[in-house]
């Protein structure tokens, strides 16, 4: 594996009973970047994240996290990867019963060294880091508006201050505005921080302004992965669509001028 990789598929086929979802997929991402993930409905994106996080076993084929194969990690090994990466899910997943505070705290007490004391401070930390009040911390998720359900479950993903981040759909559910102040705070926590992103995601304008590089799955397979600029060049159905449609103009016009 390259050290510049921080995901590595090889050879992957997915399939559930006859039907076949991947085969034989290739995908790298580098450490460092921001990687979006995009294809048709019924592409497979989410099943890619599932087989790279390990919820799903693949019929063939192997990924290696930092290096080594995802089966490897097995006990306290398995459990010190899952706090490598964060997850941000596309409705946020917070726990309805609990608080801000005890949301984002969750991760840092299932560690079961931490005092309550340090959690504390990370947790204010974290909340400050997305742009929250102290006393957001006392609010249920009944109470936050989508954009701070976004913040809220962003500062639950970098609780443990991971290397890798998995963003499902980070602008789903979000007026204009306030997707554009959330694409922002992810580039500006990308910046400052330093981790890896993996992005499922189909806004263009979401794409246009995090993506370092994207990957496009298509007939079972990653079909090409590079900047934006390389992949609006490859001539094929689904990326004709995609990047050079009305939407596509809009959201990256500048791009193909």
Known sequence: ????????????????GSHVVHQGLDLNVRRGEILALV??????????LNH??????????VIRL?????????????????????????AGALFSALSVYDNVALPLRELDTLPESLIRDV????????????????LRPSDLSGGMVKRVALARALSLDPELLFLDEPTAG????????????IKALHAQLGFTVIMVTHDLDTIGALATRVAVLAEK?????????????VQHPFITAFFHGLRGERALGARTA
């Open 1 to 16: 594996m390259s050290q510049d990789n921080v995901i590595e598929v090889e050879q992957l086929t997915t399939a559930f």
């Open 39 to 48: 294809g048709g409905s019924g592409s497979g994106k989410t099943t890619l």
């Open 52 to 61: 790279i996080l390990g919820l799903q076993q693949a019929r063939a084929g």
């Open 66 to 90: 930092f290096g080594q194969p995802v089966e490897s990690y097995r006990g306290a090994q398995r459990l010190a990867l899952t706090r490598r990466w964060g997850m941000l899910f596309q």
């Open 123 to 138: 947790v204010l930390m974290r909340l400050a880091w997305v742009g929250l009040q102290a006393e957001d911390a006392l």
């Open 174 to 185: 979000l007026d204009p505005q306030r997707a554009d102040e959330f694409v922002a705070l």
């Open 221 to 233: 397979r990653v079909l090409v992965e590079g900047t934006i600029e390389e992949v609006m060049q």
